[in-house]
């Protein structure tokens, strides 16, 4: 019996789905997070009797022939990469990425992953790092010694050193952005890896063509939104209730057949 | 005698087809683009021995085909620019290994290489016959509703540029096509380029599957599997009495 079959793929679809929305609600509040959606495509088809196949001698032929579709599966879970809001917090080393583009981060193996979670911070000594401690691509060091420092939207950074008038430039931040940014591989702790669905990354200044610009003291929120989260996920469990109820019926329909003389 | 028995049985044969198509349309009650089907049962006139043979005609069911539901799906935002939704008639055209092939799901990315591509990353084309490759520095893609693909180069006043045109193409009859999986369809039909085309930016077109319809058509063909299966038992009762009682009294 293939109902059976088939509402176990309709059900396992909608555990996804609802997987995948909670992980989005849970991230409500991760700074740069993109939420996700899952996306379904129907499965193979058996041909019982085939569209445009000759029904007699004379050349007619079947107009709409039967196709059993088996069932649905994932075709993918892709991000999606709009902006999120800006959130003020006044902290002087929170970038907030406006448009295209990532921030470098050179991890501990030495590979440069991306993130657009901007909320930095000092090393012991010094260097601009992420919230992990990773060094931020091209490793800027601020003067022990400044009393502040400005990140202005090209990703200049500025330090200001006591008993000199004028800021002291220290470094500039950079940006990489991708063809496909849905193709970057997450890795956890809001960092993303390269891969061959990406393309290359392309660094360039923020706020020259085709980049972002930064934004100090800032933060970008993530993207989830609320209520769609919840409709999503409303529609997600009937779905899956619905196909639990065709494993029923389609149970029932077998005890009937097994139940004949 | 057994004319009973064969009868109930093409009925609950076609019965278990049609219960494969609703579970089919409710697993899919979600997948994007997709377009319910309903079966299309026919009845099979068996022809008897003579035409003064006092036996009637036996009629039996037979499923001869399938019929798509082609109402438009409900639109859902998402918010992703390149996510299109076709309102009203025609398909997107993919350019696949197989072949061209037509989908109605417009769930669109970029490919490494910055083509627009599907999410089996097959190439959609243009009216033109192309695919389009964007480049890296080209930002807010723009696709108009008659599905002109604009572009612009940020920091550069006047930038944009049309890039082309997506292709809306549709067919003389849309139930002669196959269903090919992965939300493609196929037929050997001339394309049509659509007269007013309509293309929703930021949302795509989700199934026309509408699951009170599914569930009634469920529970009514749970309820015809059983009535179908009593008539089978009462034939076979009716044997059963035959065999031993013509047996009894011989």
Known sequence: ?261 | MDNAILIGLSRQTAMMRQMSVIANNIANMNTTGYKSASMLFDEYVMPVASETSPDKTLSFVQDYGQFRNVADGEMQTTGNPLDVAVSGEGFLKVQTAQGVRYTRDGHLQLDGAGQLVTQDGDPVLTDGGSPITFSNDESQITIARDGTITTTRDGTTASEQVRGKLALVNFANVQDMKNEANNLLSTTQAEQPVQSPRIIQGSIEGSNVKPIIEMTNMMDVMRSYESAAKLVDAADDMRRQAISQIAGTA
């Open chain 1, 1 to 261: 019996m293939q109902a059976l079959s088939i509402a176990a793929t309709g059900m396992m679809a909608q555990q996804l789905n609802v997987e995948v929305i909670s992980n989005n609600i849970a991230n409500m509040s991760t700074t740069g997070f993109k939420r996700q959606r899952a996306e379904f495509q129907d499965l193979l088809y058996q041909n019982l009797r085939r569209v445009g196949t000759n029904s007699s001698d004379t050349g007619t032929i079947v107009p709409s022939g039967v196709q059993i579709g088996l069932g649905v599966k994932t075709g993918s879970v892709y991000r999606i990469m709009n902006q999120g809001d800006m959130n003020n917090t006044g902290n002087k080393l929170d970038v907030a990425i406006q448009g295209r583009g990532y921030l470098r981060v050179e991890l501990p193996s030495g590979e440069d992953a991306y993130t657009r979670a901007g909320n930095l911070s000092l090393s012991a000594t010094g260097q601009i790092v992420t919230s992990d401690g990773y060094t931020v691509q091209p490793g800027i060091t601020i003067p022990t010694e400044a009393t502040d420092i400005t990140i202005n939207k090209d990703g200049q950074v500025q330090a200001t050193i006591p008993g000199q008038t004028a800021p002291q430039v220290v470094g500039q931040l950079d940006l990489a952005t991708f063809a496909n940014e849905a193709g970057l591989d997450p890795q956890g702790d809001n960092l993303f890896l390269e891969t061959a669905a990406s393309g290359a990354p392309s660094v360039g200044t923020p706020g020259s063509t085709g980049y972002g610009t930064l934004l100090q003291g800032f933060l970008e929120t993530s993207n989830v939104n609320a209520v769609t989260e919840i409709s999503d996920l409303i529609t997600a469990q009937r779905a899956y209730e619905m196909n639990s109820k065709v494993i029923t019926a389609a149970d029932e329909m077998m005890s009937v057949t097994s139940n004949l003389k």
